[in-house]
């Protein structure tokens, strides 16, 4: 079935303890995006990947960081994890990154609370 | 800065009409999308505006006002599976969306 999947459904993490969330698309997209959702806030943008190779950052991505080995994965790992990174994070993707009304995709999420 | 405002809740009857709206600042602007997130799960795309005017899709239509700064979802006989968050976001001068907190839609019997 086509689409995005993420890995874990939920986690509940210990501060400190380093963690990767999974994603995996399987629609050939060019672009991929990690963000998180706050009650009260609009999603906002961690990191992102024009396309396989690149990376940058978006709006807040302290405490984070990424890798884009191929086209198909794009984990997102926080490397010591604080109370304040519990959120539910949504992996997407869109064909391209630089096109008007390219439509992003969204995985399930990942529910994480942090300890 | 970049903004995005719409109403945090609304409340609509089953099979009236309900209109959301959305006013955008942004650096730059290349359209407005439209997505309804259900509780607990993802968000899935809805609508995409670029130029001025209405756009209907089924029983859901979008509208933009690029001089207004200003966009509306409106949804026509609502059924109950309607109700859910719907997020508004702009495209920005860097093709990177700015998103609203989104509006919770509350349909009654």
């Known amino acids: 079935i086509a689409g995005i999947t993420q890995a874990p459904t939920s986690q509940i993490l210990a501060a400190g303890r380093r963690m990767t969330l999974r994603c995996t698309q399987d629609?050939?997209?060019?672009?991929m995006y990690w963000y998180r959702q706050d009650l009260g806030l609009g999603l906002r943008l961690i990191h992102y990947?024009?396309?396989?190779?690149?990376?940058g950052k978006g709006e807040v991505p302290d405490g984070y960081s990424v890798s884009r080995a191929n086209t198909d994965d794009f984990p997102l790992t926080l490397a010591s994890a604080v109370p304040s990174q519990t959120s539910v994070y949504f992996c997407?993707?869109?064909?391209?990154?630089?096109?008007?009304?390219?439509?992003?995709?969204f995985g399930p999420g990942t529910r994480l609370t942090v300890l | 800065g970049q903004n995005i405002d719409q109403p945090t809740e609304m409340t609509a009857t089953e099979g009236a009409i309900v209109q959301i709206n959305c006013t955008y600042q942004?650096?730059?602007?290349?359209?407005l999308f439209w997505y309804q997130q259900h509780a607990g799960e993802a968000p899935t795309f809805l609508s995409y505006?670029?130029l001025d005017g209405l756009e209907e899709k089924g029983r859901f239509s979008s509208f933009l006002s690029r001089s207004k700064g200003y966009s509306y979802l409106l949804l026509k006989e609502l059924q109950m599976k309607d109700s859910a968050s719907y997020l508004c976001?702009?495209?920005?001068?860097?093709?990177?969306?700015?998103w609203g907190a989104g509006t919770k839609l509350i349909i009654k019997p």
């Open positions: 990947s024009n396309t396989a190779g690149t990376t």
């Open positions: 997407a993707s869109s064909e391209n990154s630089a096109g008007p009304g390219d439509t992003q995709y």
């Open positions: 976001a702009a495209s920005d001068s860097n093709y990177q969306l700015i």
């Open positions: 942004t650096s730059g602007f290349n359209g």
């Open positions: 505006n670029v």
């Open positions: 629609m050939r997209h060019n672009a």
